[in-house]
């Protein structure tokens, strides 16, 4: 996919699909569709080659977040990603860098 803009300049889908978002809110007591969704960001991170997933998990009790990390934490998906970085200005986000 290819798209050019009003200044002529072509954008190559790599370029665009630079980052991923997962915003866990709207699911946060509904526990095997925040794995299904954690599963689901991941694969299409890889799929596409995406350099980074940010996840949001919210604030709140800081429950939710544990929770991602021990996602995170599987052997299996971490084999997946790169580093995983705790954003120290929004504590209720995470970035997962991916090296493809």
């Known amino acids: 996919m290819v798209l ?8 190559t889908e790599e370029k665009i699909m ?3 978002k997962l ?7 509904r526990g095997e569709t925040i794995e299904k969704e ?9 799929e596409k080659r995406i350099k980074i997933v940010e996840i949001i998990p919210g604030k709140g ?9 021990r996602f995170l934490d599987q052997k299996h998906i971490r084999n997946l990603y ?8 929004n504590f209720g986000r995470i970035f997962v860098h991916f090296r493809h």
């Open 38 to 46: 954690l599963n689901r960001v991941m694969q299409e991170a890889v």
């Open 82 to 89: 790169h580093r995983i970085e705790k954003d120290d200005k």
């Open 18 to 20: 630079a980052k991923l």
């Open 4 to 11: 050019i803009t009003e200044f002529g300049k072509k954008w």
């Open 23 to 29: 915003d866990l809110h709207d699911i946060y007591n």
């Open 61 to 69: 009790s800081g429950q939710l977040k544990k929770r991602v990390i």
